[in-house]
């Protein structure tokens, strides 16, 4: 088929100007590809430091989001993974180079020549790439997942960031029955941190501003919850965690946060704060301790967070919004005013 050359978009046309609608061009449809008709996109705090250029200079104009979810509408003549009408998510990138050690793992996201962003990437053409807050995608059949029938494509849509961003490292750093695991943040991130740590059997903490979501987090299955605006917190847990997954995208008084660590335990970032962070050395050689960072899975994994998901029958905790509530919904993620992802309706772009 011809390539897509005009379809709707929302896209922010310089750094910190409001998003907007527009028209984008999509590839034509190769051997290896498919053609997605995107229904949800969710909204991840990634797409906001990116189109406020809080993380370095970024690509304009920007069509932001990388939680993609959508049904199969056209196949390519090589396609053997996926057929139209195939429920798909695309994550955080669309391609990389299939030939180093990493790719070759099934560990894309560490793909020594760089992965192909969703959005404010370029493709091995050099061509801008553009992400999921449109009506359609062209992606190789490689890096696409299938969504089992049991998840709604709009619960589903931010599990392609904010699940396997949170799923990899509880994987990694094994927590399970025995371990004791605390959750940096109830937000977008940590509600599903919360529920896979749950699932996975390990006795969960959630380390909060304040108790404002207390209720909330109970019900997705801590076992604990804590302020951290009072200092008494920070007394009372000293050497108790195996694992710190800190979820905030705001710097952190860290020597605080890894005295709550056990002797070996490990403080993992997922939040990428705009603003660096410093420790004293001797907070992580007093207790032989870790400090670490994990982005997202790769396809294998990401696909087996899908799975998992469907098996314990949830999904995310979402709001749906029209894309003429983007604006206001970028100023709500960052209030910390939403429980607990926004969605994007695409048939509303």
């Known amino acids: 088929m011809t390539s897509l050359s005009a379809v709707p978009a929302y896209a922010a046309p310089a750094p910190k100007a409001p998003l907007e609608r527009t028209t984008i061009a999509r ?3 190769g051997p ?4 997605i008709d995107i229904k949800y996109a969710g909204i991840c705090h990634s797409d906001i430091h990116q189109a406020r250029e809080g993380w370095g200079e970024a690509t304009f104009p920007m069509v932001p989001g990388h939680e993609i979810a959508g049904v199969v509408s056209e196949v390519g003549s090589a396609v053997s993974r996926y057929a139209v009408g195939d429920h798909v998510g695309v994550g955080c990138f669309v391609d990389s180079c299939r030939e180093c050690e990493y790719c070759r793992r099934g ?7 760089g ?4 959005y404010n990437g370029f493709d091995k053409n050099g061509d801008p790439t553009y992400g999921g807050y449109s009506t359609a995608l062209v992606v190789d ?7 089992p029938a ?4 709009d619960v589903a849509a931010p599990l392609l960031c904010a699940g396997i961003t949170t799923y990899s490292p509880l994987r990694h750093w094994k927590a399970g029955p025995g371990k004791k695991v605390a959750v940096v943040g109830l937000g977008g991130l940590g509600h599903m941190a919360v529920r896979f740590a749950h699932e996975l059997g390990a006795e969960v903490t959630v380390l909060s501003q304040s108790l404002r979501k207390k209720d909330d987090g109970l019900r997705l299955g801590a076992d604990h919850y804590y302020a951290t605006s009072d200092p008494a917190t920070f007394t009372e847990l000293r050497s108790t965690f195996d694992l710190i997954l800190s979820t905030v995208s705001s710097p952190l ?3 605080a946060y890894l005295r709550l660590l056990t002797v ?3 403080f993992v970032n997922v939040g990428a704060p705009e603003e660096p962070n410093s420790l004293n050395m001797f907070s992580l050689i007093s207790g032989r301790r870790t400090l670490a960072g994990s982005p997202i899975g790769g396809i294998a994994e990401t696909q087996e967070m899908l799975d998992f998901c469907a098996e314990h029958g949830f999904g995310a905790e979402i709001e749906l919004i029209s894309a003429e509530q983007i604006n206001e919904a970028y100023e709500r993620v960052i209030a910390s005013d939403v429980r607990y992802r926004f969605v994007i309706d695409t048939s509303t772009i």
């Not at 290896?32 to 053609?35: F, K, Q, R, S, V």
């Not at 560990?107 to 020549?113: A, R, T, V, W």
């Not at 992965?115 to 969703?118: F, L």
């Not at 059949?141 to 969504?147: P, W």
């Open 141 to 147: 059949e490689n890096y696409a997942v299938r969504i």
């Open 32 to 35: 290896n590809d498919i053609l």
């Open 107 to 113: 560990l894309e996201q560490f793909c020594e020549n």
């Open 115 to 118: 992965t192909t962003a969703t």
């Open 27 to 29: 590839r034509a449809v």
């Open 264 to 266: 070996d335990g490990a």
């Open 253 to 255: 008084p860290m020597d």
């Open 150 to 153: 049991a998840l709604g494509l």
